[in-house]
């Protein structure tokens, strides 16, 4: 869940820094929350592009979103979208180096 504001402009939502290489990721979304997805499940048999073992941590995946049980708890941003009505939703990811 994200304390910031989700109407109009995409607030900052998440920063990862990779202190190694200097490179930065920036997150912002109109959404009202991130899910998180780690490699935990990853064993070292799936082979990239390069013919490297993708391992546990190797990589990870922010997925914006409304909140997984949003249609049965009220007190949470509806996702109802009766017909007609446009769902709109504007996430950017920003990189760079530090």
Same mark, same amino acid.
């Given at each position: ?6 109407? @109009?402009? /995409? ?6 820094? *990779? +202190?190694?290489? @200097?490179? %930065?990721?920036?997150?912002? =979304?109109?959404? +009202? @929350?991130?899910?998180?997805?780690? &490699?935990? &499940? ?10 490297? =073992?993708?391992?546990?941590?190797? @990589? ?7 909140? /997984? *049980?949003?249609?049965?708890? +009220?007190?949470? +941003?509806?996702? %109802? ?18």
């Amino acid at each position: 869940m994200l304390n910031a504001p989700t109407a @109009g402009s /995409p607030a900052l939502a998440a920063r990862l820094h *990779d +202190p190694k290489t @200097g490179r %930065v990721m920036e997150l912002s =979304t109109t959404e +009202p @929350g991130v899910q998180f997805y780690a &490699g935990n &499940g990853l064993d070292g048999t799936l082979l990239g592009s390069s013919r490297k =073992t993708y391992r546990q941590s190797d @990589g990870l995946c922010l997925e914006t979103q409304h909140f /997984p *049980d949003s249609p049965n708890r +009220p007190e949470f +941003p509806s996702t %109802v979208l009766r017909p007609g009505e446009t769902f709109q939703s504007t996430t950017v990811h920003r990189f760079s180096v530090a």
